[in-house]
């Protein structure tokens, strides 16, 4: 099972995507654990995690994340998170990790 976590300011509208996220996961039968946390929590993601999908407006620390976490990094584009696009972040992440 992958884990992806997504981060961004506040894990607000994130967690918006996080569920549009599992819905599609679900039908697609990707076995997954997707969770959203803020900014100020990066040190609460699991050491164990996947990948790591920046919001935005946190893409400035996709350097550091991958430094501290040692995986792999999505900075999701700005069209994708303005439509709530659960289904296709979903698709990039997998890319990424070549599931």
Not at 10 to 31: H, I, P, Q, R
Not at 36 to 50: E, G, M, R
Not at 71 to 95: H, N, Q, S, W
């Amino acid at each position: 099972m992958r884990k992806i976590a997504l981060l961004c300011i506040a894990g607000m509208s994130t967690s918006m995507l996080e569920l549009k996220m599992v819905d599609a996961a679900k039908k697609e039968g990707y076995a997954c654990e997707i969770r959203a946390y803020p900014l100020s929590d990066l040190k609460k993601i699991p050491a164990d995690v996947d990948i790591v999908l920046l919001g935005p407006q946190v893409m400035y620390e996709r350097d550091n994340v991958e430094a501290k976490l040692g995986c792999p990094t999505y900075a999701i584009t700005m069209a994708e998170y303005g439509a709530m696009d659960g289904a296709g972040v979903l698709k990039k992440a997998r890319e990424v990790l070549h599931d």
